[in-house]
């Protein structure tokens, strides 16, 4: 039984998609057409958002299980993208707090801050590889790291950077 059919997702071949593991409905695709789209299943007549961030084919797209705002991409342009979806993830206002940083709230009082959404943007572009990366995926141990993995066998593990390991507290 077909539950979903998204016609004509990307101009060209669809290469991977992933469910969002916080929210009910979405899913994020990329493919051939350079795109990642992020799609809202009860009404896929068009993308809630599109990155247009890679050169060449998106070949990975993944949600952070822990924090799905953070979504990875990997593409034939050699290139790994991290980008806060901050505006459709499950904390649509933002809380990103590492556990390592609690104490660190004791001794700064956070200021008041409006409640408005954040804005979507790429945190980090990673160029470590020299070929094809065909796959990147989040750590199930540890939140804040993952790894990428390129045509020529080269697998780099990187940890989300520390500056984004800020705390939201809106």
Request: charged share 25%.
């Amino acid at each position: 039984i077909q539950v979903y059919c998204i016609e004509n997702a990307h101009g060209q071949l669809v290469r991977d998609l992933d469910f969002n593991p916080n929210k009910q409905y979405y899913l994020a695709s990329c493919g051939d057409d350079c795109k990642v789209k992020f799609w809202d299943t009860r009404n896929v007549t068009e993308p809630v958002k599109t990155l247009e961030e890679h050169s060449h084919w998106v070949w990975n797209v993944r949600y952070n299980h822990s924090h799905d705002q953070l979504v990875l991409t990997g593409s034939s342009d050699s290139r790994v993208i991290l980008s806060n979806m901050v505006s459709i993830s499950s904390e649509p206002f933002g809380h990103l707090v590492d556990d390592d940083d609690v104490s660190d709230q004791e001794d700064h009082q956070p200021e008041e801050k409006s409640k408005e959404p954040l804005q979507d943007n790429v945190i980090a572009t990673y160029e470590e590889h020299e070929d094809s990366v065909y796959a990147v995926e989040w750590s199930s141990a540890d939140p804040w790291l993952f790894a990428s993995l390129s045509y020529d066998g080269r697998l780099v593990i990187n940890r989300v950077p520390r500056a984004l390991k800020y705390h939201i507290l809106l």
